[in-house]
């Protein structure tokens, strides 16, 4: 699909990014109400003999919080450069991981428990936090490191800035895995590539 392949390419530009942003928050909002209903339908509360599927808090904040971090996932994959998307996208989905497990285990906590159990609660929400806060660090920190200008085999590392397709030892500058065409000079400044370590100063001579 043309979409698709110029949003993986760097093609699009923002106003095509921003139309898809905007469809998938509608999407996905669409899909968590339904979600959440099916759920209910699933479920349904006994009223007097009558079993009636009503939304339940929990089940509609499980149904959002999933829509929202499936959207953030969406936004990484839409405006991220390809090299940088990988971490990040797996940091969405171990966010997403971590929510629903908090959210169903606090769920279980304020069914099965009477008392404070709020306490509980608050404890496994601040260390499903302090769980998404790592992942996002590491997340950050590999989106954005650096890397050295020479590979293991000693050879000049270039890969394509739209798709991430390792260029090395191409005797053109235009990527064959997504056509994009770049200049010599275009190619290397987007590289990243590490600051190469500093050359120790000479001692001066006195006397």
Not at 86 to 95: D, E, Q, V
Not at 104 to 128: K, P, S, Y
Not at 161 to 178: I, N, Q
């Amino acid at each position: 699909m043309g979409l698709i392949r110029d949003i993986r390419s760097g093609a699009a530009g923002i106003g095509t990014r921003l139309a898809v942003s905007l469809a998938m928050a509608s999407a996905l909002s669409g899909l968590a109400c339904i979600g959440a209903y099916g759920s209910a339908v699933l479920n349904p509360r006994n009223y007097g003999g009558r079993f009636i599927p009503y939304v339940r808090d929990e089940e509609l904040l499980i149904a959002w919080l999933a829509a929202g971090l499936l959207w953030l996932a969406g936004l990484v994959w839409v405006w991220s450069p390809q090299k940088q998307k990988r971490p990040l996208l797996i940091a969405c989905g171990a966010t997403l991981a971590i929510a629903l497990g908090v959210t169903m285990a606090g769920v279980a906590v304020d069914e099965m428990f009477t008392g404070d159990e709020e306490f509980a609660i608050l404890g496994i929400f601040f260390v499903g936090l302090a769980a998404a806060g790592i992942v996002w660090t590491w997340a950050a920190r590999a989106a954005v490191r650096r890397k050295p200008v020479l590979n293991d085999a000693g050879e000049v590392q270039v890969h394509c800035v739209a798709c991430g397709y390792d260029m090395t030892g191409l005797r053109e500058a235009r990527c064959p895995e997504c056509g994009r065409q770049y200049t010599i000079d275009e190619l290397i400044a987007a590289q990243r590539y590490a600051a190469p370590p500093a050359e120790p100063e000479a001692p001066r001579r006195t006397g």
